[in-house]
């Protein structure tokens, strides 16, 4: 696989590398990476958020990996992904994260998204 460290350091020829020194190899394989601002936002640009299809199968497969030990995965319906720690053999759930509670103040804050701000000058 490709990244912009190999790619650097690659094309620089062998024969140049051993002609300088420690420090000048340093700077020049440096000078020919990109930027960490431009691979930010090309970063951005190509991830997208998965949906909340994109989620389903794949927990759909740790939950039954992970069942026999007693851990459950749940995508509720904002995307938020909710793990439980399952007593085997009662079924009753040990620990949840996050919290019952603050589901239901993540959900309260939903609400109320547009009215926290007041826009009157």
């Not at 904002?78 to 949840?96: C, F, H, K, N, Y």
């Amino acid at each position: 696989m490709s990244s912009p460290l190999t790619d650097a350091t690659n094309a620089l020829s062998s024969s140049a590398l051993h002609d300088l020194t420690p420090r000048q190899r340093k700077e020049n394989i440096l000078a020919s990476l990109p930027s960490a601002g431009s691979m930010l936002a090309q970063a951005e640009s190509h991830a997208m958020s998965p949906s909340q299809a994109d989620l389903v199968e794949p927990i759909q497969r740790i939950n039954e990996v992970l069942r026999q030990y007693g851990v459950e995965f749940e995508l509720n319906d904002t995307t938020r992904v909710i793990t439980r720690i399952v007593d085997r053999e009662s079924g009753d759930v040990l620990r949840q994260i996050p919290a019952e509670e603050v589901l239901a103040i993540a959900e309260r804050l939903d609400e109320f998204k547009g009215s926290l701000i007041n826009l009157q000058a």
